[in-house]
């Protein structure tokens, strides 16, 4: 290791290690320091109920990922990543049997939502969806980490997405395409009312139809693993089992970046108070299953889909987001996002059976147990769903903060992905990965374009590191 590094980057989640990546691939030296035994933050794979079933502890499906362009920049595939997509990305069942899909074609989406609002659907989304590289580029660099390639493209969206849902879904008559949407936004676990939550769904479905919602061959683990092989090819250090209190724990550097909460990047850099107003969110329940078997989908569509999501209806979606997220409780009946890996995967469990994974939503914090609360939905919308069940996982907020340090109180989304902090994380500035240090620097979920596992939040932090490196004597 060098006398003085150029960079070191703390947290070798998908962000952290995009963030090495993007500034070793620039020649800079870096070295990166995980507290985990392995890489991966919230991409990892464990086998957490028995043996050969592999499971994703955090994420699993991947439709921000595989439209990322940090990862589309990147040689990923050398590295082992390779996406396999289900026969259909996404399926909404509902409780008559019938379900409301996204799929890869445009046409076959809007069918599902029925006559009225097949035209509507297509006329909202084909003229996006037509400049979709450029547009997903512009909106996830936001705030302007460079000039916008499609400026008026970036404004269309903007116009259609800053709104709240609740207005997008005016132009619509169906509850079909009202409930698929709400479901959207509820992956960001966000009020169906709140600033840019049209924005949040017509993201996911525009990846949808763009590369679809795929999973890595052999779990999440394989991006995480696959951008650590990258970077070493690169010249850059990773050191795991390497926990981080205070500065000078670290070698010297010319740039220190954390893909760590705010919270934890004050502590760590004696910025007292200085996050204090950052909000965190809702917390999830999350159940992991090994199964005898395929989930028995009342609804053909939910059998092939990669992701289930699950709620009678908006209103029913809505009241879960409420409870979660304002009210302080768990909801009677949880809002719950699924994913069945091995639809896509078979590799991921042995010959026949499955892996399975879904959560519910819960106050930040929240002690308690919803095992019942999710297999009673489960229930409804695949009778017989607990005969399949072989073993079971259970991880509520405490588990999950303790699996990931960046889960303040179980919010996987490392703060509240509501109001302004959707937009503006984690202070309003127009420099959120600067902090009141010159040369420390914030990459995690806390900072735009925000949670999931797409990397774009380090790719955006490492151009503010090269350009301080760049001009720093």
């Not at 509820?186 to 763009?210: K, N, Q, W, Y």
Request: hydrophobic letters at 40%; glycine letters at 10%.
């Amino acid at each position: 290791m060098p006398s003085m590094l150029d960079a070191v980057v703390v947290g070798a989640g998908p962000n952290g290690l995009t963030a090495a990546v993007e500034l070793a691939r620039r020649g800079f030296s870096v070295a990166l320091f995980e507290a985990k035994p392995t890489v991966g933050g919230g991409a990892r794979t464990e086998e957490l109920t028995l043996p050969g079933f592999r499971h994703d502890p955090c994420s699993a499906a991947h439709p921000l990922g595989v439209n990322s362009p940090a990862f589309r920049g990147m040689p990923l595939d050398r590295y082992g990543l390779e996406w396999l997509h289900a026969p259909l990305p996404m399926a909404h069942p509902f409780p008559d049997g019938s379900a409301a899909v996204l799929s890869r074609s445009v046409a076959e989406t809007a069918a599902s939502f029925g006559p009225r609002d097949a035209g509507p659907y297509r006329r909202l989304v084909e003229p996006l969806l037509a400049r979709w590289d450029t547009l997903v580029r512009d909106f996830m660099s936001l705030p302007l980490t460079a000039l916008p390639r499609d400026p008026v493209t970036l404004a269309r969206f903007g116009l259609v997405g800053l709104p709240p849902s609740s207005w997008l879904m005016r132009r619509f008559q169906d509850d079909r395409i009202k409930t698929l949407f709400a479901g959207l936004v509820a992956h960001v676990m966000a009020p169906l009312d709140g600033l840019a939550t049209s924005a949040i769904g017509l993201v996911f479905a525009l990846s949808a139809h763009a590369r679809g919602w795929p999973v890595p061959r052999g779990g999440s683990q394989a991006i995480s693993d696959a951008l650590a092989a990258y970077l070493a090819d690169l010249g850059g250090a990773v050191h795991t089992d390497y926990e981080v209190k205070r500065l000078d724990d670290l070698p010297p550097a010319r740039a220190y970046v954390f893909d760590t909460s705010p919270a934890a990047l004050a502590r760590i850099a004696g910025f007292g108070d200085y996050y204090a107003s950052y909000r965190y969110g809702p917390s999830v329940f999350k159940i992991d299953y090994a199964l005898d078997g395929p989930v028995p989908w009342t609804a053909p569509e939910a059998r092939t889909a990669g992701t289930v999501q699950i709620g009678a209806d908006q209103k029913e979606i809505g009241t879960a987001l409420r409870a979660a997220s304002r009210e302080g409780r768990a909801p009677d009946r949880p809002f719950m996002i699924t994913v069945q890996p091995s639809v896509a995967d078979p590799t991921r469990a042995p010959d026949g059976k499955h892996v399975f994974w879904t959560y519910g939503h819960v106050p930040n914090g929240w002690s308690g147990d919803l095992t019942d609360a999710i297999e009673r939905q489960l229930e409804r919308f695949a009778p017989g769903f607990r005969d399949r069940v072989l073993a079971r996982a259970t991880a509520g907020p405490a588990e999950m903060a303790a699996r990931n340090a960046n889960y303040v109180g179980g919010d996987i989304a490392c703060g509240a992905a509501s109001g302004l902090q959707l937009l503006l994380r984690p202070k309003l500035s127009l420099f959120p990965y600067h902090t009141p240090h010159p040369a420390v620097f914030l990459c995690s979920s806390a900072t735009p374009p925000g949670p999931g596992v797409h990397g774009m939040s380090g790719h955006n932090a490492a151009k503010a590191v090269w350009r301080r490196l760049r001009q720093a004597p």
